[in-house]
Nanobody, 114 residues
Framework: VQLQASGGGLVQAGGSLRLSCKAS????????LGWYRQAPGKQREMVAT???????NSSDSEKGRFTISRDNARKRAYLQMNSLKPEDTAVYYC?????????WGRGTQVTVSS
């Protein structure tokens, strides 16, 4: 079972990035997927989630800027990030959850320069 996040990088403020989370070894369509981030010296926080039925949720600071989606056929989750701000700089992680099972992938670094 593996989750692999990719798509991070260095971008200027106001720019966009699209993160991708590729899953293997699990019945992907049954899991709730989420993107989380952790900035230096801060706790990990939820960015956005999407349930197995496609219901999405995101934190207030990301509403309107970030969009989570999923492609069950490709076993991938995505996070489209627009209008990026320096405070969005963090390591971004994807998570798959079903009942009491949680699976985390390695993070991908996003750095937004001012």
């Amino acid at each position: 079972v593996q989750l692999q996040a990719s798509g991070g990088g260095l971008v200027q403020a106001g720019g966009s990035l699209r993160l991708s989370c590729k899953a293997s070894g699990l019945n992907f369509r049954l899991y709730t997927l989420g993107w989380y981030r952790q900035a230096p010296g801060k706790q990990r926080e939820m960015v956005a989630t999407i349930t197995s039925s496609g219901v999405t949720n995101s934190s207030d600071s990301e509403k309107g800027r970030f969009t989570i989606s999923r492609d069950n056929a490709r076993k991938r989750a995505y996070l489209q990030m627009n209008s990026l701000k320096p405070e969005d700089t963090a390591v971004y992680y994807c998570k798959a959850r079903r009942f009491d099972v949680e699976l985390w992938g390695r993070g991908t670094q996003v750095t937004v320069s001012s």
